[in-house]
């Protein structure tokens, strides 16, 4: 399933919490988008169609819940990412950021410590 960035932000909102309504989704996103409640409910009714969420009726309104995991969202992303980029493998994604000088002293360690682990039979 095709989640957009725009839909995986309102998504975030539901996976943070859920059965909301629109105008709740909207009210989340105050802050972070400024978009109109009539986007917030065209992204709603794409994400519906889709079947990455539900409604149910509520007196006058929906609620909205997800239908789908974020961490399967994630892991499918993460794989066409890898397919599509880098042909399925993880050094050569890991090699792109270190060329360009995007991986912090952090991000080094926790990948050292991730392969002992690995080695270690953690994971």
């Not at 994400?47 to 009726?57: Q, T, V, Y």
């Not at 961490?71 to 890898?82: H, M, P, Q």
């Amino acid at each position: 399933m095709q989640i957009s960035e725009a839909e995986s932000v309102v998504m975030d909102v539901l996976w943070a919490r859920s059965p909301l309504g629109a105008d709740e989704v909207a009210q989340a996103l105050a802050g972070r988008q400024d978009w109109q409640d009539a986007t917030i409910k065209t992204l709603l009714n794409r994400l519906l169609n889709k079947g990455a969420i539900r409604a149910e009726k509520d007196g006058r309104r929906y609620l909205y819940s997800p239908m789908v995991k974020r961490e399967d969202w994630v892991l499918a992303e993460s794989r066409g990412l890898l397919e599509r980029l880098f042909d399925g493998r993880v050094a050569p994604l890991v090699a792109h950021f270190s060329a360009h000088r995007k991986l912090s002293e952090k991000d080094v360690a926790e990948l050292r410590k991730l392969l002992e682990e690995i080695d270690d039979g953690k994971q």
